[in-house]
């Protein structure tokens, strides 16, 4: 029997998200805690970095990726827009990208929960000189990340919780102490490390080793992109939308900005260092607060977050990869799997990847350089795939005008021009600025440091080239579920302008009753 339509209703309403929960979804998947030392080197200055950071590259990335998601909501991600945009060979790069982009991340994260584990002995001098040794990071990062990766083989289930748990406990946890304590030193009348005048809120543009090494603010808010899938999960997208960006853009700026002024409070700005001064101003700030036994416990939450933050990270782009290489473009051998499904060749060419990039912290002058370089990498990487979203976005309303979009940029076709432009354009910036060595880092010699970012991004980009070049059609695993393209579909090419109304599986129903007419 048919039920009437309260019950129904009921349940579709219970399936929505609210516009607030979307909010917090947004902050939880971009803020990070371990960069902010990098921007306290600029006091005051650091409010306008992460403000236009937030105008020209948060909100059109947050705008862009929803109408994206939302009008091609099929498996694939970067790669199903870039693909529709601009055929497979672009859409590979960018899933191998992807993967490449986390591979190179997670030695940078696990940097940081390696000098979190360093700072959790009585003696702080000792923790501090601990945590600038480069074969005790490299030991921690390969322990951690290898661990991580035995918790990946044993399915979803395995990391659920602790990926739930691991990052209110070293994440928002953390970052609410950091806030009240850093402000609740300002207000007792203490001494700060900081000029607060409003002369110092305008960066000083003459030096430029000041924008390069501000440009990698930008890769702060990388991520905001990954819940816009859920976008037709809301109530009234084109309205809700807007609003929950809003919102979180507003907590994420707030969070970090709030967080680095506190850093900034406590410690003076030559003595920050990338990799200690947020474990250091903590231990100073507890200590001001009588509490200094508490810092080796907010030691190990930080930690912990890491280690969340890395499991949850590990199985997610060998997932989405071992999609793609079902769907054809990538050799048998990459599509094995184990009894929980999980992608284990892929896992473990990942893990070597890891591991050498890992062993550069031997290898260059300290830790903290080649954090730099490794972030500066990641941030290259990331970079190209936001461009190549951006280029996707605004061609697709040309070679797709009449493709459902649930939600759509607002303006019309100009504003997302407008929008996506600015983004990329920012992006572009960012992307250009990334290959230029900081001044405030010791990493060696600049043309090394160059070489080395320029060759291995050379590198991430022929492997993928020359892996599409020589698939074989038996590549395709009979039983994969992912969709073609739209272009495919019809015949055409992906440059070619169509006129399909309809999302994916409507234009594959449309397109074979057409071809059972025919017959």
Not at 76 to 91: D, Q, S, T, Y
Not at 370 to 391: K, P, W
């Amino acid at each position: 029997m048919n039920k009437k339509s309260p019950s129904n209703s009921s349940l579709k309403q219970a399936g929505k998200i609210s516009v607030a929960t979307f909010a917090i979804m947004n902050v939880v998947a971009v803020v990070s805690l371990r960069g902010l030392p990098a921007e306290a080197e600029y006091g005051l200055s650091s409010v306008f970095y992460y403000v236009f950071a937030a105008v020209f590259f948060l909100v059109p990335v947050s705008l862009v990726a929803a109408e994206l998601a939302t009008g091609w909501p099929e498996k694939g991600g970067i790669f199903r827009w870039v693909g529709e945009a601009f055929g497979p060979r672009l859409a590979f790069i960018s899933m191998f990208l992807l993967f490449v982009q986390v591979c190179v991340w997670f030695p940078t994260a696990l940097t940081f929960g390696a000098v979190s584990l360093a700072f959790i002995g009585p003696d702080q001098t000792f923790d501090a000189a601990l945590s600038q040794n480069k074969f005790f990071v490299l030991a921690i990062v390969l322990a951690i990340y290898w661990f991580a990766t035995f918790v990946a083989f044993k399915g979803v289930s395995a990391f659920t919780l602790l990926s739930k748990w691991g990052g209110i406990i070293g994440t928002i946890i953390p970052a609410i102490i950091l806030i009240i304590l850093g402000f609740s030193f300002y207000f007792s009348g203490a001494k700060i490390q900081i000029d607060l005048s409003w002369s110092q809120l305008v960066p000083d543009f003459s030096n430029f080793n000041n924008v390069v090494l501000a440009a990698s603010i930008f890769l702060f808010y990388a991520g905001m992109e990954m819940n816009a899938i859920h976008v037709k999960d809301l109530e009234n997208p084109t309205r809700s939308y807007p609003l929950a960006i809003g919102m979180a853009a507003l907590g994420t700026v707030v969070i970090f900005i709030l967080g680095t002024l506190a850093i900034a409070f406590v410690i003076p700005s030559a003595d920050i260092n990338l990799t200690q001064s947020l474990l250091v101003a903590y231990f100073d700030m507890f200590k001001w607060a009588g509490l200094g036994f508490l810092a080796p416990i907010m030691a190990i939450c930080l930690a912990i977050g890491v280690l969340a933050g890395i499991v949850t990270w590990v199985a997610g782009p060998s997932t989405g990869l071992l999609e793609v290489a079902k769907a054809g473009y990538m050799p048998r051998f990459w599509q094995h799997t184990n009894k929980n499904g999980m992608a284990t060749h892929i896992l473990l060419v990942q893990g070597i990847i890891v591991s050498f990039l890992a062993i550069t912290f031997v290898v260059l002058p300290s830790v903290e350089a080649a954090y730099q370089i490794l972030s500066q990498l990641a941030a290259v990487i990331y970079l190209t795939l936001y461009m190549l979203m951006f280029s996707a976005a605004i061609y697709l309303r040309f070679s797709q005008p009449n493709r459902p979009r649930p939600y759509r940029v607002p303006g019309g076709k100009n504003g997302l021009y407008v929008i996506a432009g600015i983004g990329f354009t920012a992006s572009l910036t960012a992307f250009a600025f990334s290959f230029i060595p900081p001044s405030q880092i010791a990493v060696g010699s600049p043309t090394v440091f160059i070489s080395l970012l320029v060759g291995l991004t050379l590198l991430f980009i022929a492997i993928p080239l020359v892996i599409y070049a020589v698939r074989k059609p038996h590549w395709r695993d009979e039983n994969s579920d992912f969709a073609p393209f739209t272009w495919q579909i019809e015949g055409v090419h992906p440059g070619l302008q169509n006129h399909s109304d309809k999302h994916t599986p409507q234009v594959t129903e449309s397109h074979q009753n057409n071809q059972g007419g025919n017959a």
